[in-house]
């Protein structure tokens, strides 16, 4: 069982490139999570999807966009990057229930020079 | 909005001892679910344990467990019999029963087990 599965590990963007980030779940989880990590800040959510065919924005949508392709896939486009956009980014899912927890994949961590 | 407060950025323990990380957060709801997550030096997050708030009684999960004190906010996770693997970064969770999807996160405390 992969549970939540993130491409790539690691990518290098010049500023103003663009590049998706794929995740995929195979739990059949309702809920997807696109979250960022920074030094000293703990993790904050960029967007959500809490089910196939809906998104929604979260603490810091500014400068991504999302697609929620089905319901096992949940990509996250950065149309040209910036370098405050350097971060560890994690995508997560969970069933949707109001108990149920977040499962994370292991991240991709992207540098903008 | 919610917050999330860990206000020990880094804490340190001898193998085999007790450790205690704090968390507190600010919320104006009766129902809601608290979580730790562990995030080794793999990067991945791994559930540690999860309280409901309506629930009195503490959390345990083997050498894991939890003081809420939902008066006063309040939210520590205990680790008892401290052993190598359990150091990490631990981060503190928030999210509302129901109506709103976010689960806020503190800013974490990173756990040094000292041989």
Redesign the interface.
Known sequence: NAGVTQTPKFQVLKTGQSMTLQCAQDMNHN?M?WYRQDP??????IY?S?SEGTT?K??VPNGYNVSRLNKREFSLRLESAAPSQTS?Y?C?SRTGE??S????G??TRLTVT | AQT?TQSQ?EMSVQEAETVTLSCTYDTSESDY?L?WYKQPP??????VI?Q?AYKQQNATENRFSVNFQKAAKSFSLKISDSQLGDAAMY?CAYRN??GN???T????TRLTIIP
Do not use: W
């Open positions: 809920s999570y000293g800040m703990g993790l904050r959510l959500y809490a929604d979260g603490e560890v994690f997560a109001s108990h927890p977040l499962h994370f292991n991240g | 999330v950025p679910y979580f793999s990067r991945q997050m791994i559930l999860r409901e981060f029963l129901s999807e976010k689960l996160f503190g800013t974490g």
